[in-house]
């Protein structure tokens, strides 16, 4: 099984995405994306059928839980569970800190199309390149989505934990 946070959740997320998939050589048993970065589009639509658990924050600021749930349609055998105006790091227990230099998702997505290369939409539906670092740079630059929030929840952090549990108990033995 895999499991991550943040953006260690969106290689579990994206772990079982089936070009990854012939890359690492089989499927993952079970998926546990935290509060994943879910920003990203394949044009190749096939995905492991192995069970995912999604765990996410409806307040969370970082990684919105809207990229999850627009994803969700292409994702064969997945749960997703939310925890009402949590922040990223709900499972944390840290008081509510807001980061002022971390790079935020806001409702853009990234394209990859079946040759590989990413591109992102800029104004007015024109593709902008994102193969290269520097496209991303300058994307990053341009588009100032800078700032987010952090804040523990006990309530979600407890459920999280037996939540987590039980999904790998059930998938992994």
């Given at each position: 099984g895999i499991a991550g946070w943040s953006l260690g959740g969106t290689?579990?997320?994206?772990?079982?995405?089936?070009?990854?998939?012939?890359?690492?050589?089989?499927?993952?048993?079970?998926?546990?994306?935290?509060?994943?970065?879910?920003?990203?589009?394949?044009?190749?639509?096939?995905?492991?059928?192995?069970?995912?658990?999604?765990?996410?924050?409806?307040?969370?600021?970082?990684?919105?839980?809207?990229?999850?749930?627009?994803?969700l349609p292409e994702l064969p055998n997945v749960t997703l569970h939310s925890y009402p105006d949590a922040h990223h790091g709900f499972d944390?227990?840290?008081?509510?800190?807001?980061?002022p230099n971390v790079i935020r998702l806001g409702k853009r997505t990234v394209r990859i199309e079946e040759n590989g290369h990413m591109s992102g939409i800029w104004k007015f539906g024109i593709r902008f390149p994102m193969n290269e670092s520097n496209h991303r740079r300058l994307v990053?630059?341009?588009?100032?989505?800078?700032?987010?929030?952090?804040?523990?929840?006990?309530?979600?952090?407890?459920?999280?934990?037996?939540?987590?549990?039980?999904?790998?108990?059930?998938?992994l033995g």
């Amino acid at each position: 099984g895999i499991a991550g946070w943040s953006l260690g959740g969106t290689v579990a997320l994206y772990s079982a995405w089936s070009p990854i998939v012939e890359v690492l050589g089989s499927p993952f048993d079970a998926h546990l994306p935290i509060y994943p970065a879910a920003h990203i589009r394949p044009d190749v639509k096939k995905w492991s059928n192995s069970p995912m658990l999604i765990l996410h924050g409806t307040g969370d600021d970082w990684t919105p839980i809207h990229l999850v749930q627009s994803l969700l349609p292409e994702l064969p055998n997945v749960t997703l569970h939310s925890y009402p105006d949590a922040h990223h790091g709900f499972d944390s227990v840290e008081e509510k800190i807001w980061f002022p230099n971390v790079i935020r998702l806001g409702k853009r997505t990234v394209r990859i199309e079946e040759n590989g290369h990413m591109s992102g939409i800029w104004k007015f539906g024109i593709r902008f390149p994102m193969n290269e670092s520097n496209h991303r740079r300058l994307v990053i630059k341009i588009l100032r989505n800078r700032g987010a929030h952090v804040k523990g929840d006990p309530v979600g952090r407890e459920d999280a934990l037996q939540r987590s549990t039980s999904f790998f108990s059930t998938h992994l033995g």
